[in-house]
C-alpha cells in the first residue's frame, strides 16, 4: 500500500542530495524510510531559509521575511514534537520519526538556531565558531541520524556529531565561491586575514588562490573528525554501519578533490560519478567489516581533544 507520506520525503532526498541519497538505501528498509522522512524535514527547514527548491537555486530571501519564516518552522516543529495533528507531509513525516525514536526537542530546535545563524548574518572569526555552525546545521543532524539508528550511548552520539561537523566542513570548503555569492562566508575569519583575503571579497578571482589554501586549511581540519567517526561504526547494526560508511567516504572524497583542484575547485560544483560512488560503496562494507570484526575486539581508542557540543 502506497504511503504518501513517505513517497513525498523518498521524492525530497532524491533530488535533494544524491549523494545522501545513494547511501541511504544502504540502511534496512526500516531505517531507510525514517531517514527520509528526516531528511525531507531537514531539506524543507532549509529551503525555506535559503529561499531555494530541494537544495538547489538558492536566491536569498528578505532577513525579515526568513526571520518570520524561523518563527513559523520553530512553532511547527514544537507543533508535530507536541503531537499535534499535521497536514504539512514534512511534518507528518518529521513527527512519526521523532515519536518513533524519541528524539529530544532540543535537538530539533539546534538544527533551527543553526539556520537562525545565517538569519543574523554571523560572523565566523575562528575554527571554533564554524564548528559552531557545523554543529547547529550538521552535526546535530548526526545525532539525530544515530538516534534513528538506535544509537543510545553518549560516547557513539558524539561520533556521529563528528561525522556531521566533518560532513559540514567539506560542505564548506566546496561551496565556499558560491556561498560567499550569496554573502556568507563561513571560512574562519582569521584565516582569511592572514590570506590576506578580505572577508568581502571571498568569491573575487584574483583571490582565488589565497582562497584555495584557506579552504585546503579547513579539509584538513576534517580529517580527525572522519577519524574520530570511523570508531562509531562498530556500534551500528551491519547494514547500517555500511550506509554509514559509504557515506563518510563520499563526503571525504569530495573534500579531498576540493584539496587537490586548488584555485579551480571552483570551476564547476565538486562531485563523485557514479562509478566513483560504486566504488565507495564498495570500500564501505571493507571497512564495515573491519569494525564488525577486528575493531570488535579492541578498546576503542579515546576520543582526541577535538572541539565538540555533547
Known amino acids: 500500500m502506497s504511503d504518501a507520506v513517505l513517497d513525498h520525503s523518498r521524492q525530497s532526498m532524491e533530488q535533494g542530495s544524491k549523494s545522501f541519497a545513494a547511501a541511504a538505501r544502504l540502511f534496512p528498509a526500516a531505517i531507510r524510510d525514517d531517514a527520509w522522512m528526516f531528511y525531507a524535514w531537514c531539506r524543507h527547514c532549509d529551503d525555506e531559509i535559503d529561499g531555494q527548491v530541494l537544495g538547489h537555486g538558492a536566491v536569498g530571501i528578505d532577513p525579515v521575511l526568513a526571520g518570520r519564516k524561523l518563527v513559523e518552522l520553530r512553532e511547527r516543529t514544537a507543533a508535530a514534537l507536541a503531537g499535534e495533528p499535521q497536514t504539512d507531509p514534512v511534518f507528518t513525516a518529521f513527527q512519526r520519526v521523532a515519536a518513533r525514536h524519541a528524539i529530544p526537542a532540543e535537538e530539533a530546535m539546534d538544527l533551527l538556531q543553526g539556520f537562525e545563524m545565517d538569519v543574523e548574518g554571523r560572523r565566523y572569526d575562528t575554527l571554533e565558531d564554524t564548528l559552531d555552525y557545523a554543529y547547529h546545521v550538521a552535526g546535530v543532524v548526526g545525532v539525530m541520524m544515530a538516534r534513528i539508528m538506535g544509537v543510545q550511548d553518549a560516547p557513539t552520539l558524539r561520533r556521529a556529531q563528528d561525522l ?29 586575514d592572514e590570506a590576506g583575503v578580505p572577508r568581502d571579497q571571498v568569491d573575487q578571482p584574483r583571490h ?103
Do not use: M
Not at 565561491?177 to 554573502?183: I, L, P, Q, T
Not at 584555495?212 to 547500517?240: C, F, H, I, K, M
Not at 560508511?245 to 575547485?265: F, M, P, W
Open 208 to 310: 582565488r588562490q589565497a582562497v584555495a589554501r584557506t579552504a585546503q586549511r579547513l579539509v584538513a581540519a576534517a580529517e580527525p573528525y572522519y577519524a574520530s567517526a570511523r570508531w562509531g561504526l562498530r556500534d551500528l547494526n551491519p547494514r547500517s554501519a555500511w550506509a554509514v560508511a559509504t557515506a563518510r567516504g563520499v563526503y571525504r572524497a569530495i573534500g579531498r578533490h576540493v584539496s587537490r583542484s586548488g584555485a579551480t575547485a571552483w570551476d564547476g560544483r565538486t562531485s563523485v560519478d557514479k562509478a566513483g560512488k560504486l566504488a565507495l560503496v564498495g570500500r564501505g562494507a571493507l571497512i564495515t567489516l573491519w569494525c564488525k570484526t577486528l575493531d570488535a575486539w579492541r578498546e576503542p581508542p579515546p576520543r582526541p581533544a577535538l572541539w565538540t557540543h555533547i
Open 164 to 192: 556531521g561537523l566533518a560532513f559540514q566542513l567539506t560542505n564548506i570548503a566546496r561551496d565556499v565561491v558560491e556561498d560567499a555569492r550569496g554573502g556568507r562566508v563561513y571560512l574562519p575569519g582569521q584565516w582569511l
